[in-house]
């Protein structure tokens, strides 16, 4: 069984910070892409931020200039450093892997992790 686990959420007042984490599970080999997602209450759930295994980034321009996404690739771990953060923030983030490959050989694309919530208090 593999697994995205998040962590970090919290409820924070305008203009604070907080550092989500994600790690897979122990039996994952290799992790190709990952990325944030966010999705507030009411609405779809869109890209916060990505990440390639290279290290290449991609961030939604709402979060641009706030946000940092990084990965331990030894870890398979992904990080969202979020600060001076908004009202507008306030959703539940979720972690993704677009591929995920188990040391012996499973494939999982698309894979999600149970989200952590994220709230910013005015």
């Known amino acids: 069984q593999v697994q995205l686990v998040e962590s970090g959420g919290g409820l924070v007042q305008v203009g604070g910070s907080l550092r989500l984490s994600c790690a897979a599970s122990r039996n994952i080999w290799r992790i190709n892409a990952m990325g944030w997602y966010r999705q507030a209450p009411g609405k779809q759930r869109e890209l916060v931020a990505s990440?390639?295994?290279?290290?290449?980034?991609n961030y939604a321009d709402s979060v641009k200039g706030r946000f940092t996404i990084s990965r331990d690739n030894a870890k398979n771990t992904v990080y969202l450093q979020m600060k001076d953060l908004k009202p507008e923030d306030t959703a539940v983030y979720y972690c993704?892997?677009?591929?995920?490959?188990?040391?012996?050989?499973?494939?999982?694309?698309?894979?999600w992790g149970q989200g952590t919530q994220v709230t910013v208090s005015s």
């Open positions: 993704n892997a677009d591929h995920m490959v188990t040391y012996n050989g499973i494939s999982y694309k698309n894979y």
């Open positions: 990440i390639t295994s290279g290290g290449s980034t």
